[in-house]
């Protein structure tokens, strides 16, 4: 259910369930800590955290489950070289895609945007899979890669486990980042296990449009990046 892989996706249950285990150190081998001490922090800067939850994957055969990682993770990294993301894969739930901020004040609606390429994207071209998006905003050092066990991350995670299909689901800090938005429209996400967020508030909320030239741009954009697929992959086995 919802409620139960939501849980496990928020406690870390599933990313400890496909997780490869951790190298060993080496005996005797010192942390590297001299430079990282004396060195000052980078500033924080604002990431924009999309969790892209492959929700259906236990019910599918292992064939069948490969080929949606493969093509969620190809589709993911597509978007973000449009819109200056990078990709993470994320362990028992899917993909993460880091929308690092910009000093750009369309910056918040440009991922809102991003994002729903993206779920445009899988629902048109994935034969198998299910997938739901959750999207966090976190504070982190600017350059540096947000580890994917973050309690942002981990928010981020639990938004897309409750989102319904093809939906993206935003936190409270999105939703305030967006707060003098009118290009896009939204309405409250109700559920329990939003009180189990750790970085935001229960006042969450479900995407549900974007301005009509904006719809029709991310339609341009969808059309031609799965051109462009056409174009370099080889036919599916399915």
């Not at 973050?150 to 486990?161: C, I, N, R, Y």
Request: charged share 20%.
């Amino acid at each position: 259910s919802a409620w139960t892989f939501a849980r496990a996706a928020r406690s870390g249950e599933l990313a400890r369930l496909f997780a490869a285990p951790a190298p060993a150190e080496a005996a005797g081998e010192p942390a590297d800590t001299a430079d990282a001490a004396g060195a000052a922090a980078p500033p924080p800067v604002a990431h924009y955290l999309l969790a892209v939850n492959f929700y259906n994957q236990l019910a599918l055969q292992p064939a069948e489950r490969e080929f949606e990682r493969r093509l969620a993770l190809e589709l993911a990294e597509a978007v973000a070289r449009e819109c200056h993301g990078q990709v993470q894969c994320l362990p028992g739930v899917g993909v993460l895609v880091d929308f690092h901020h910009r000093k750009d004040a369309e910056r918040p609606f440009q991922v809102i945007c991003a994002a729903l390429l993206l779920a445009r994207l899988l629902r048109d071209e994935a034969p198998f899979g299910s997938y739901r998006l959750g999207m966090n905003l976190a504070l982190h050092p600017a350059g540096a890669t947000l580890p994917v066990d973050d309690a942002a991350v981990g928010d981020a995670t639990l938004l897309s486990a409750l989102a319904p299909d093809d939906t993206l689901a935003i936190s409270a800090t999105v939703a305030r980042a967006l707060e003098n938005e009118t290009r896009y429209a939204a309405k409250r996400l109700d559920n329990p296990l939003l009180d189990e967020l750790a970085t935001s508030n229960g006042h969450c909320y479900l995407v549900i449009g974007v301005a009509p030239p904006f719809d029709t741009l991310i339609g341009q954009q969808a059309e031609r990046i799965k051109a462009q697929r056409d174009a370099i992959s080889s036919p599916s086995t399915f």
